[in-house]
């Protein structure tokens, strides 16, 4: 019997049966082999902070209001981040084929039926690490983040919040030319930082905050600053870090109000420019040329060229089975803990 990850209510969550899917026509049928965990979403679901848990999301309008909640407990399939081996092909598909390794998204579950041509474009090649494509969605996510920024050669960017993402947009503004400053108050990650190319870090319970530390640095202010940890303070010091008229890319998925954002401060003065980047856009400027599919392939490019050491950043691989233990540690703000990885039965034994 397939299994699948259940956030069974807030603080709860759980490995639970699910039924198998029939192979429908223009399907194929996954086994999965990784599921990689995004602590910042799925933590908003293991807490019961997402808005999607309190309110309705009207798509037409772009709008969240009053009303039934678009999801309820219990929430079962949620993750982005898989990895796995095609087993079944329904008649007809060419591609992908029975044997081949994809990536892609169907949540944190044993199997799925996929449509497939959603994954025709995400077969990883032989040569390739196979657990790098659990990085697809969120190096997509850094780099939408680094376009945004508008990163160019021999310009400043700061990025706030080393986390997973906060390292890959680290590392992709780095190969983009930037000079990085990276900022977070976990040493370990400061230091992987480092190894990705940061040209200086910053803690941000430095005198003063991480915003004047940042002016120290560069004289002027970075020429911009990228916003991943979720937190209106950072999101504050990232506005106080940039020049006049520089951009600051909020990224970050922010959760209640935001009491220590003070607008009428350096946003004010320093005419600071703010964009929002969420991963179902491109920044508009680049619309016409960019879309989801290309962020996935550029990133995956440069994970397979060896540009981006994904394998690095994965910190625990633990069985399926052991989901809850995992996320416990993730809500206790397990400062060590960067990927955190879900092994399911049918991946590989060299690789587990």
């Known amino acids: 019997m397939p299994h699948v990850v259940q956030f069974t209510e807030p603080g709860l969550v759980e490995l639970v049966e699910s039924p198998p899917q029939p192979l429908l026509p223009g399907t194929v049928r996954v086994r999965t082999w990784w599921s990689g965990i995004s602590a910042g979403t799925e933590l908003t679901a293991f807490r019961g902070t997402n808005p999607y848990m309190s309110a ?21 399939g949620w993750g982005y981040s898989e990895v796995g081996r095609v087993v079944e092909v329904a008649e007809g598909v060419t591609a992908p084929a029975v044997g081949d390794v994809v990536h892609g998204i ?105 915003g004047a530390e940042i002016r120290e640095l560069t004289g002027a202010g970075a020429d911009a600053a990228i916003e991943l940890s979720g937190n209106d303070a950072a999101l504050h010091e990232a506005i106080r870090s940039v020049r006049v008229e520089g951009t600051v890319v909020a990224s970050g998925f922010y959760q209640g109000g935001a009491p220590n954002l003070r607008l009428g401060h350096e946003f004010h003065h320093n005419r600071v420019r703010i964009v929002a980047s969420q991963i179902s856009g491109v920044p508009v400027e680049l619309g016409r040329r960019w879309d989801q599919r290309r962020l996935v392939e550029v990133f995956m490019a440069q994970a397979a060229a060896g540009a981006v050491g994904t394998r690095s950043l994965v910190t625990d691989v633990v069985d399926a089975a052991d989901v809850a233990e995992i996320f416990a540690r993730l809500d206790r703000g397990d400062g060590q803990t960067l990927q955190s990885v879900l092994r399911f039965d049918d991946a590989p034994e060299d690789a587990r």
Request: glycine share 12%; proline share 7%; no cysteine.
């Open 106 to 210: 169907w949540g944190h579950r044993s199997e799925a039926v996929l449509p497939a041509e959603s994954l025709a474009w995400r077969v990883l090649p032989a040569t390739a690490d196979p657990m790098s494509g659990i990085f697809a969605r969120v190096g997509s996510i850094g780099l939408n983040a680094v376009l945004a920024a508008d990163a160019r050669l021999g310009e400043q960017v700061a990025v706030f919040g080393q986390g997973v993402i906060g390292l890959l947009a680290t590392r992709l503004a780095v190969l983009s030319g930037a000079q990085v400053i990276a900022v977070d108050a976990q040493p370990g990650r400061l230091a992987v930082a480092k190894s990705l190319g940061a040209h200086a870090v910053v803690d941000p319970r430095a005198p003063g905050g991480a």
């Open 56 to 76: 309705t999301w009207d798509p037409e309008r772009r709008l969240f209001h009053e009303g039934a909640p678009e999801h309820s407990y219990p929430v079962a």
